[in-house]
């Protein structure tokens, strides 16, 4: 009788075990009641207190715990909560709260609402060779009773597992934010959605953000500091500012400001100079002209102040509102937006052929400009003087490849050009560069995270050794000339990434430039509430070896920058140096 009971025992657990896998795993899903929860759509009728040392704690715990409930939670990962309305829930009666008692009580009652913890049958523990390991330190160090702690615990040990409604990992490797509402005809003057905004984003890059580990300042103390600016923003240009702010607290180039930015866009203008200007040694130059018919300055003259400031004092008020993951960067997009305004003039100091002026220079509409955000379109190949190929990679078109391989078979060498965005063909382009087919290609190594264990990060299977040529299809001849890439600040994402594939092949290229923009790996996409977009390098990007490329960007073996007396002369010192290198190799 004993035998018989415990066999049925076993198969009444294997059973609740099997499908409560076909549950999580294959799709079996309660509604999501989370999409028919309508109450807040157009104010959370959220007001907070005036703001006190205490206050402000309270609120970073609980937006910790309202994250952290958000991506462990059973019930709120299957979507049966609208967990952005039940911040507004909570929020009446925490914000009430007199002292840490009453706060933990309503904490511990507040979950309890949810019901039950289910054991988890398949949650594991994080691999001891995971590269990053999640992070609950907070929960220690918030001063939360014992019975709290123990609950958050308890989730944790028993956190949701296989599709959620928050989270999704494409290609199970970068982050998809799934029905997360962008909020766009939000009342802007909602304290309560502010705050949501602030929650939503820091928890992001808390669980799912590779690079969070190279921030400047410590993450775990970017909640705090914040809640006081987006609590206090009365207008919807510091509420901008302030999002814009904390996107740049991630040191990403893939991070900024991209959609919904309109006060900002206002006050930045829609009016620019027609000539282009860079940071060339230290100094915003004349590089290039928009206009075939407005030339008020010459290429190489030097603009020293803007509307009586120096360039200096107006890049250090910039800085904190330019999201870049290395200062190269940060400088390359502040450049664009120095000399645009609303108003239709702005008056300069400058020097030109070593003698100091001053001019007001008039301003044109955007769309009466040849404008180029970055880089310049031109012709993707051609032969230079001395039997050199030289081939832009963005602007490598399908009909280009044939004629490339024709053109450059005998050549002494190549300059590959990746101081763009390469295009989609630049992949199949990139094959004909290898000496020979290379079978197993090293030359990066990606981190993922894990929905079923927000903030682990490991390295993918094998270390999963990235190679190109799966994406290419068979060619006849690999080129045996020598090999130059040209990097430079806006070489950038998948151009770094085609730089260390270059970089690592059997006939190594020679990297010849300066500090790339330090942004790779695939990008996923973040709404905020008031239709703010913005995005996250969403896979870490490292050397076979795991040295790391964010921040860092590639490393030329040839360091070269542009200098003024180059720019006044119309050299390409970069292309100038390839050359003589190849020549030299």
Known sequence: MFTNQKRMSRRIFFFTAYFAFLAVFCGCKDEFFANNDNEFDQRSNIVVPELDERLIDDLELLGKLWGFLKYHHPRVGKGIYNWDYELFRILPAYLKAKNPHERDKILLEWINKYGKIPICIFCRKTPSNAYIKPDLSWVDNSGMNDDLKKKIQKIYSNRHQGKHYYI?????????????????????????????????????????????????????????EYIPVFISAETRTEYELATLQIIGEIHDTHANLWGGGNEITRIRGSNFAPFRVCFIEGNLVVTDYYSTLARPMEIGDIITNINGKTIEDIVDSLRKYYPASNEAARLRDISFDLLRSPKDRISIDYTSSGSSRQKEIQLYPRNSLNIYRWFKHEKSYKLLDGNIGYVSLGDVKKEDIKEIRNSFANTKGVIIDIRNYPSEFSLYILHYFYSKKPRFLKFAKSTSGNANNPGEFTFNRYGLIESVLKLMPNTIGYYKGKKVALVNEITMSMAEYLTMALKAGNSPTTIIGSTTAGADGNVSEVVLPGGLRTAISGVGIYYPDGKQTQRVGIVPDIWIEPTVEGIRHGRDELLEKAIEAINNQ
């Open 168 to 224: 999704n990992l494409r290609y199970g490797k970068f982050p998809e934010f799934i029905n997360e509402k962008a909020y766009s005809n939000m009342y802007y003057l909602d304290t309560g959605f502010q705050l949501l905004a602030l929650y939503r984003y820091w928890n992001m890059i808390q669980y799912f953000f590779p690079y969070k580990y190279q921030t400047d300042k410590n993450w775990d103390d970017i909640l705090k």
